[in-house]
């Protein structure tokens, strides 16, 4: 919670006076904070937290498998202090104080109207959204209540469990795409050659339904595993993706209506759903066809998103070094990875992600989480789910009963002065 108290009686009576900084509520406070943001670009996600250094004995042997011990012997404190703090210890490092106040204050205004499962208002889903909307906090509330019914209605939480893509490896034939390694700050890097797609193909084996479903799924292993475990093999806070996107051959002849639906349907899924968590977009290989496609496309996408779009012809490796060690480029983007073992790299989903010792890690934290979460299936989990969001309700009142007082206070005093002249 935030400390309103002490900040109020001193806003409320800097407002009295002149000044014009900060206004009498943290509400108030909020909505003027989101005027002000409307315009502004803003940085990228991870450059304000890095993780701290993991404060342990001097460790015998290096690697992966003494920090092991690391999340097991904390799991016990995180039972303690509960799931917001324990992520925030092991991965996020400091959160902006700026940010730390509109992100407490828009979590409060969510729990005023509805339940949030305490697994989705973390702080760094929630400043996404705030961030997607340019700190608006209305439009990011529509956006994340839009959010949580979906993910209701898809029954997404269940998605991992229960959906099974059997077609993975044909359907990577006909459109290959995939994970593979990382950039050189430690983001996962996600290769598409769309201009290799075959429509007809793709469509036989698998059905728009289904691919949807599976992109769905690999946000959500985005978002559950690769993303902390970049964190930990990075040792800094990692939130986003760097994606490169070959257009080699694309032109309006591959955009028919079919490819239109499944571009569309993605598209949407992503934005509205897993907003802010693209880098960087660089095309490579973008060719007259393209270009004309381009103006096409660029009305669909939002300037945030354009704004992190580089579209580069034939001589792109530069820059794309620039960003990204050889090791992690494919040969076919001129790197020198093949991952011949896998059959190829985009079948290979290589990166930390899939390093035992880092999964194991990940692992324990996510069940640490579960336990403190009640999130799960059980009875007495949802109980104590329940209990959590009421809680969190609670302390949002508290703060606002708070505010009103210090509002109250301030007003007095403002009385009292007026009577003393
Ligand atoms: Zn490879």
């Not at 909020?30 to 450059?47: M, Q």
């Not at 209305?138 to 997404?156: G, I, P, Q, S, T």
């Not at 093999?233 to 955009?255: E, P, R």
């Not at 302390?395 to 007082?405: G, Q, V, W």
């Amino acid at each position: 919670m935030y400390n309103s108290k002490d900040t109020d009686c001193r806003i409320v009576i800097s407002r009295v006076s002149e000044g014009e900084e900060e206004s009498s509520s943290s509400w108030q406070k909020l909505e003027k904070t989101a005027t002000n943001k409307t315009k502004t670009l803003h940085p990228p996600i991870e450059c304000h937290w890095q993780l701290p250094p993991i404060k342990q004995p001097k460790r015998s042997s290096s690697g992966f498998k003494s920090m092991l011990s690391y999340p097991l012997k904390v799991g016990e404190s995180l039972k303690k202090v509960g799931r917001t703090k324990s992520l925030q210890l092991l991965l996020e490092g400091t959160h902006d104080p700026k940010h730390e106040q509109i992100v407490q204050s828009f979590r409060d205004m969510l729990l005023l109207e509805v339940q949030v499962p305490p697994k989705h208002n973390d702080y760094h889903t929630l400043l996404r959204f705030l961030r997607m909307r340019d700190f608006d906090v209305a439009k990011a509330k529509e956006m994340f209540l839009n959010y949580l019914e979906w993910r209701e209605d898809y029954r997404v939480d269940t998605i991992p469990r229960e959906f099974r893509f059997e077609e993975r490896e044909r359907v990577k034939k006909c459109y290959p795409h995939g994970y593979h390694g990382v950039d050189r700050f430690g983001r996962p890097l996600y290769i598409e050659r769309i201009g290799m797609v075959n429509l007809n193909e793709l469509l036989k084996v698998t059905s728009v339904e289904r691919f949807v479903k599976y992109h769905v799924s690999e946000q959500e292993k985005t978002l559950n595993l690769r993303y902390p475990a970049c964190s930990i093999a990075a040792k800094k806070h990692v939130a986003s993706t760097t994606s490169i996107l070959d257009v080699q051959g694309v032109g309006l002849a591959n955009f028919s209506r079919p490819a239109r639906a499944i571009f569309m349907e993605i598209q949407k899924i992503d934005s509205n759903y897993y907003p802010e968590t693209l880098h960087r977009l660089f095309i490579v290989n973008a060719g007259s066809g393209f270009r004309m496609l381009w103006k096409a496309l660029k009305a669909f996408l939002d300037a945030r998103t354009l704004n992190k779009i580089h579209v580069l012809g034939y001589n792109y490796i530069n820059d794309l070094l620039e960003v990204i060690d050889p090791s992690n480029l494919p040969t076919f983007l001129n790197g020198n990875c093949t991952c011949s073992d896998y059959g190829g790299c985009l079948l290979s989903d290589k990166g930390p992600w899939n390093n035992p010792d880092i999964a194991d890690i990940v692992e324990a934290i996510s069940t640490t989480d579960k336990d403190n979460n009640g999130d799960g299936d059980g009875d007495d989990e949802t109980t104590s789910e329940a209990t959590i969001v009421r809680k969190m309700k609670i302390e949002a009142l508290e703060a606002l009963l708070e505010d009103t007082k210090s509002a109250l206070e301030g007003l007095a005093l403002h009385i009292e002065q007026l009577r003393s002249f």
